[in-house]
C-alpha cells in the first residue's frame, strides 16, 4: 500500500491558497495516520519544525527590513477600519432620521402645501416687483444708450419693457402712464435709428481728408479696413449665399464708441430696427429719401469747394473757372464712392436679416442698381446746370452753321429734342434742386470734367455691367449739342477776321508778333484761323473720343480759309471783265517756268526746311549769272511774239497789292509749317502702341482717310505760299520787260 507521503501532490505543483491548503491537509494526514511508523513521524516532524524555523527566520527578516511600511500599512488598515465604523454609524442615524422626518411630514402635508403656496405667491410678487424698479429705470437707461448711441442695448431694453408691461403688468393700472410712454418712445425710435443711418450713410461714411490736394480720389483699401468696410463691389446676393453673412452675430460693446466701425455701426442699426419689426419701413424710407440726401451732400461738397477756394459762392457763378467745377466733381464722386459703399453693407445686412424670416415686397427693397442708377441722375441734373444745356441747345436750333462740313451732317447737333417732363420722386414731388454753382455755366466746361467723369462713368460701368445713363447723357450732349456749340464759334471767329475786302491786308500788332516769336508780319486772318485749330487741337485732348469730329472740323475750317485765300489770290491776278491773269500770274502756273524757278540754288536756300545759305564754293558768281541769263531768255521766249509792248493791265500797278501777296506768302508759309507738325505729331500718334490712359495727351487712332485730308490741305497752302512767292519773283521780271521793251525797241 502506498504511504502518504506518496499520496499527496508536490507543493511545487500547486499555488497560492490551494497550495498552502492542500500541502497542509497532506501534513495533517502524515501526522495522524495510524498506519505510518514512528521514525516516518518523527522524521516529517522535523522537517516540518525546520522549515518553519527557516520560515520564521526569513518572516523576521522581512519585517525587520520593511518595519515601516509595515507600520504604516497597519495604521492605514485601523484608520481605514475606524472611517468604516463610524459611517455606517452615520448612515444608521440618517436612516432613522429620515423615517423620522417621513413620519413627522406625512402628519405635516396639508400645512407644508399652504406654506408652499405662500412662498411661490410671495415669489412672484417679488419677481413683479423687480419688473416694475425694471419698468422704472428704462428712460434712464434708453437716454444713457442712445446718448452714448448704443442703439441695440436701447431696441432690446424698450422693446422687453413693453413685452412686460403688455404681458405680466399688464393689470397694473398704476403703470398705465408709463406703460403709454414706453409704447410711445418705441413707435418714436425707428425715426431715431433711420435719422442716424441716414447720417452715417451720407455724413458719417465719407473721408475727412477729402479735400486736401493731390489726394486718391479712389478710397484705398487701407481706408476701407479702418471703416471695417469689406469688399464692396460684390453684389448683396453673391454675399447672402455664404455661411459667415448667414451666422454673423452682431455685437455692441458698452466700453466702446459704436461708430469707430462702420460696418458694425450699420450693422447694429439694421439689427435693431430689425428687433422694432421697422426694418421695411426703414429700407423704403431710405429709397425714397436717397434723392433729397444726395442732393445736400452735393451742396455740401460745393459750399467746401468755395471755401477752399476763398471766395464767396454767390460770386463764383460769375466767373469762368472750370478748375472749381473740375474738383467739386472729383470731390463728389469721392463721396458717391463711400456711400454706395455705406449702402453695399447696409443691404448686406438687410438681406441677411431677410433670409432669417423677415421677407420684404419688391416694391420696397432696392438693390446697389438703383443707388448707382440715383447717382448718375443726380449727376446729370448737376452737369445741366453747369454745362447750361438748354440754352446750350435752344442756341444751337437758331445759329446757322457758318461753313459746310461735307463729311460730317452737323445738322444732327441742332435737331430740336423733346422737351423732357419735370422728373418725380417716389411721393409725387417734383425735382426742385436748387444748385449753387462754383463757375459760370456753359458748354465748354465739358473740355474741363470730361477725362475725370469718363473715368468715373467706366467706374461704374464695370460695377453695374452695363451701358450707363450717364455715358448716354454725356454722348447726347456733345454729339447734339457741344460739337455744334464749337462749330459756330470756330465759324464766327474765322467769319470775322476774313469778312470784308481787307480781310487779307490787316496784320498782326507788334505785341502780338512778339508773343509768336515771328520776326516778320502775319495776317491777322492767318492768326485767327491758327488760333481756332489750336483751339480745335486742345479739345481734341480735352475729349479723346471725339477727336475724329474735331479733326473733322480743323479739315473744314482749313478747306474755307484755303478758299477765300484763293479767292483773294484770284481777285489781285485778274484784270478785266473776261477774268484774265496777269502775265506773272500766268508764268507762275507754266510749269516749265515753275520748275526751272524751283531748282535754282537761290529758291532751294529759301526752303524753310532746308534753311541753307547759298553755298558760293558751289555756285559761283560766274554760275549764278549764267543761270540769270537763262531765266531771262526763257521769260522772254514766253512773251507774245508780237511787236506790241506789254499792255498796262496786264502788270501789278498798286504796290499795296504787291504786299498784300508778300503778307499771304509769308502768313501761308508759317501757318502751312504749324499745320505739317500737327500733323506728322498725329501721325506718330498712330504709328505708336496703345498709351495709357493716364496719359494727358492720349488720343485714340485717327482715321486715316481724314487724316490724308489734313496732310493734303497742308499741302495746298504749302503750294499757295509758293505761287505767292513766285508771282512776286516774276511780277519784278514783267516790271523790268514793261519798262525796259520800249527802250529797246527805240
Request: charged letters at 25%; glycine letters at 4%; a negative charge.
Given at each position: ?42 522524521r ?15 518572516l ?45 411630514l ?40 442712445i446718448?452714448?448711441?448704443h ?38 425710435m ?25 489726394s ?105 473757372q ?20 455705406t449702402h ?12 432669417s ?37 435752344s ?67 464695370e ?30 471767329n ?122 558760293r ?130
Amino acid at each position: 500500500m502506498a504511504s502518504p507521503t506518496d499520496r499527496r501532490a508536490p507543493p511545487q505543483y500547486q499555488t497560492g491558497k490551494d497550495a498552502s491548503s492542500s500541502y497542509l491537509m497532506s501534513i495533517v494526514r502524515t501526522l495522524s495516520s495510524s498506519t505510518a511508523d514512528f521514525e516516518q513521524r518523527e522524521r516529517e516532524k522535523t522537517r516540518i519544525e525546520k522549515a518553519f524555523r527557516e520560515s520564521d527566520k526569513r518572516l523576521g527578516e522581512l519585517v525587520t527590513e520593511n518595519y515601516q511600511d509595515v507600520t504604516k500599512i497597519l495604521q492605514a488598515f485601523n484608520g481605514m477600519t475606524k472611517s468604516i465604523n463610524e459611517s455606517r454609524d452615520k448612515i444608521h442615524k440618517i436612516k432613522e432620521d429620515l423615517n423620522s422626518c417621513k413620519t413627522l411630514l406625512h402628519f405635516k402635508r396639508d400645512e407644508l402645501r399652504k406654506l408652499w403656496k405662500d412662498g411661490v405667491e410671495h415669489k412672484a410678487v417679488l419677481s413683479m416687483l423687480e419688473q416694475v424698479e425694471q419698468i422704472k429705470e428704462v428712460q434712464d437707461k434708453m437716454n444713457q444708450y442712445i446718448g452714448n448711441k448704443h442703439y441695440l442695448h436701447a431696441t432690446d431694453t424698450i422693446v422687453q419693457a413693453v413685452a412686460m408691461l403688455e404681458g405680466p403688468l399688464n393689470g397694473v393700472e398704476a403703470l398705465r402712464e408709463v406703460k403709454f410712454d414706453l409704447v410711445n418712445i418705441r413707435d418714436r425710435m425707428h425715426e431715431t435709428l433711420i435719422e442716424e443711418l441716414t447720417r452715417q450713410i451720407y455724413e458719417r461714411s465719407l473721408p475727412t481728408s477729402s479735400l486736401q490736394r493731390g489726394s486718391q480720389m479712389r478710397l484705398s483699401r487701407k481706408d476701407a479696413n479702418v471703416w471695417g468696410w469689406s469688399d464692396w463691389i460684390d453684389s448683396p446676393q453673391k454675399k447672402t449665399d455664404g455661411a459667415e453673412t448667414a451666422y454673423y452675430e452682431v455685437k455692441e460693446d458698452l466700453n466702446s464708441n459704436p461708430e469707430e466701425n462702420l460696418n458694425n455701426f450699420i450693422a447694429i442699426l439694421t439689427e435693431s430696427l430689425f428687433v422694432l419689426k421697422k426694418l421695411p419701413d426703414a429700407v423704403e424710407r431710405l429709397k425714397i429719401g436717397m434723392k433729397g440726401s444726395l442732393n445736400k451732400l452735393i451742396n455740401t461738397a460745393t459750399q467746401q469747394i468755395a471755401e477752399s477756394s476763398g471766395q464767396q459762392l454767390d460770386s463764383m457763378v460769375n466767373h469762368v473757372q472750370p478748375k472749381y467745377l473740375t474738383e467739386l466733381l472729383k470731390l463728389i464722386f469721392q463721396h458717391f464712392r463711400c456711400v454706395a459703399q455705406t449702402h453695399q453693407v447696409f443691404l448686406d445686412n438687410v438681406f441677411r436679416l431677410t433670409s432669417s424670416g423677415m421677407p420684404l415686397h419688391g416694391h420696397v427693397l432696392y438693390d446697389m442698381k438703383d443707388v448707382w442708377s440715383e447717382l448718375q441722375a443726380r449727376l446729370q441734373i448737376l452737369l445741366s446746370e453747369y454745362l447750361d444745356v438748354s440754352n446750350t441747345m435752344s442756341s444751337r436750333q437758331q445759329a446757322p452753321s457758318g461753313f459746310d462740313e461735307p463729311t460730317m451732317d452737323i445738322s444732327q447737333y441742332f435737331s430740336k429734342k423733346r422737351a423732357a417732363k419735370p422728373k418725380k420722386d417716389a411721393m409725387g414731388l417734383s425735382d426742385n434742386w436748387h444748385i449753387v454753382k462754383v463757375c459760370k455755366p456753359g458748354a465748354f466746361n465739358i473740355t474741363a470734367i470730361y477725362k475725370p467723369l469718363r473715368l468715373f462713368i467706366q467706374e461704374v460701368e464695370e460695377i453695374m455691367e452695363n451701358t450707363s445713363g450717364l455715358q448716354e447723357f454725356i454722348t447726347d450732349f456733345v454729339k447734339n449739342a457741344f460739337l455744334g456749340e464749337v462749330h459756330a464759334r470756330i465759324s464766327e471767329n474765322i467769319d470775322v477776321a476774313t469778312r470784308g475786302f481787307d480781310a487779307l491786308r490787316n496784320v498782326i500788332d507788334e505785341k502780338t508778333r512778339r508773343e509768336l516769336g515771328v520776326p516778320r508780319p502775319l495776317l491777322l486772318s492767318a492768326v485767327t484761323v491758327d488760333s481756332s485749330i489750336q483751339e480745335l487741337q486742345e479739345l481734341m485732348h480735352d475729349l479723346p473720343d471725339y477727336a475724329d469730329q474735331f479733326l473733322n472740323m480743323i479739315c473744314n475750317v482749313l478747306r474755307d480759309y484755303r478758299d477765300k485765300c484763293n479767292s483773294a489770290y484770284r481777285d489781285i491776278v485778274q484784270h478785266g471783265s473776261d477774268e484774265k491773269r496777269v502775265i506773272s500770274a500766268l508764268w507762275a502756273k507754266d510749269d516749265d517756268i515753275s520748275r526751272f524757278l524751283r531748282s535754282l540754288p537761290t529758291w532751294r536756300s529759301l526752303q524753310p526746311r532746308q534753311g541753307k545759305e547759298l553755298d558760293r564754293t558751289i555756285c559761283s558768281e560766274e554760275e549764278i549769272r549764267a543761270l540769270n541769263s537763262k531765266e531771262a531768255v526763257i521769260l522772254i521766249s514766253t512773251l507774245s511774239t508780237d511787236e506790241s509792248l506789254i499792255p498796262q493791265q496786264e502788270i501789278i500797278t498798286d504796290v499795296t497789292q504787291m504786299r498784300t501777296v508778300a503778307n499771304v506768302h509769308e502768313s501761308l508759309e508759317w501757318f502751312a509749317n504749324r499745320l505739317e507738325e500737327f500733323a506728322e505729331s498725329l501721325t506718330s500718334q498712330n504709328s505708336l502702341n496703345p498709351v495709357q490712359d493716364d496719359l494727358p495727351t492720349e488720343l485714340p487712332p485717327i482715321s486715316e482717310k481724314t487724316l490724308q485730308s489734313l496732310k493734303l490741305l497742308v499741302q495746298d497752302f504749302k503750294d499757295l505760299a509758293e505761287i505767292c512767292l513766285l508771282l512776286l519773283h516774276l511780277e519784278v521780271r514783267v516790271h523790268c520787260f514793261y519798262y525796259l521793251l520800249p527802250v529797246a525797241k527805240q
